[in-house]
């Protein structure tokens, strides 16, 4: 039943409407820059230098979209995420199940031990500098390795897969047991089928952070052939800015030209950037809010 059909005083209509409003603005404030990212990569580069983009395309043109199909490094950091996401990923997954399951189980006796260890290193570390001479030292530098291996688990994404793996019923372990099933058959054919929420959630934590990695490509990678596409979209919209002191004797109508498409190129890499794990999202979202509940609360 509508909450406004109901019985209330004067007051609670009036909270009610003010709480509606001010839903409605943050509303307004959070979507409206996405709107206009959206609507600027679909105008003319005039228009978006010139400010006319306010809500809708203003002479609409795809200029922006060719020039990132068209341009190599963009392509290259493209491919370079998408491997770089869906291969550490794949192992961020099965080395989160295979820490967090016999973490899990009561009948591992080194569990609290290990469980704090894992804790500890959540709240210290060995900084920047001794990080990068170990990775040195592993020969990963400037590797593809490199962007895979150091991310490869999250603590705290462990204790949530524990969680979840201790509410499942006991009684399934035991009458695997009972049936001659082994611990690797006992995760794989009963544990894992009843685990899609949690593993979605893990698959959508680390994609994300994959998708979104950047500092550690700063740090050691060398190669152009190497670099994701978020260390691309960073010198496209932070390095690549026009020095003043460099428009002696540059043609007006040219240089305007350029700065044009390199504002509309801007805003359409941030929409081909987005546009993976927004369609990557509607097919796990059924299992996301069950999956962070359950993790959540230990049973």
């Known amino acids: 039943m509508n ?49 006319k983009v306010w809500l809708f395309p203003v002479e609409p043109s795809l200029a ?9 490094s963009i392509m290259t950091g493209y491919a370079n995420t998408l491997f770089y996401t869906i ?5 961020n997954v099965i080395l989160t199940i295979a820490a967090a399951y016999p973490l899990a189980r009561r009948d591992f006796k080194p569990r609290n031990v290990i469980m ?23 020969g990963l530098i400037d590797t593809r390795w490199v962007m895979i291996l150091p991310q490869a688990l999250s603590v705290f994404n462990i204790i949530i897969t524990r969680t979840f793996f201790q509410n499942t019923p006991s009684e399934l372990l035991e009458a695997s047991q009972i049936d001659g099933c082994s ?20 698959a959508l934590f680390y994609s994300v952070m994959h998708w979104n990695a950047f500092f550690d490509a700063l740090l050691y990678l060398n190669s152009d052939n190497l670099r994701p596409l978020q260390l ?3 010198e496209i919209l932070v390095v690549n800015s026009i020095d003043v002191s460099m428009m002696q004797n540059v043609n007006i109508e040219e240089l305007a030209a350029r700065q044009g498409l390199s504002e509309l190129l801007k805003y359409s890499l941030i929409i081909i950037a987005s ?15 069950k999956g962070v509940m359950i993790g959540a609360i230990k049973g």
């Open 87 to 91: 291969a550490g990923t794949m192992l």
């Open 116 to 138: 704090m260890i894992f804790a500890f290193t959540m709240f210290f570390g060995g900084g920047i500098i001794p990080t990068y001479i170990l990775i040195k030292n592993l």
């Open 64 to 72: 922006g979209y060719k020039a990132v199909f068209s341009n190599k």
């Open 275 to 289: 546009v993976p794990l927004l369609l990557f999202y509607p097919f796990i979202q059924r299992f996301f809010v």
């Open 232 to 234: 691309v979209l960073r």
């Open 183 to 202: 611990d690797m058959r006992y995760l794989i054919s009963v544990l894992l089928p009843l685990s899609k929420p949690i593993i979605a959630v893990m």
């Open 3 to 51: 909450v406004y059909n109901r019985r209330m005083t004067r007051q609670d209509r009036l909270f009610l409407l003010a709480n509606d409003i001010f839903l409605f603005l943050i509303l307004l404030v959070v979507l409206y820059p996405l709107v206009y990212v959206v609507s600027a990569s679909f105008s003319s580069p005039s228009a978006v230098v010139t400010g």
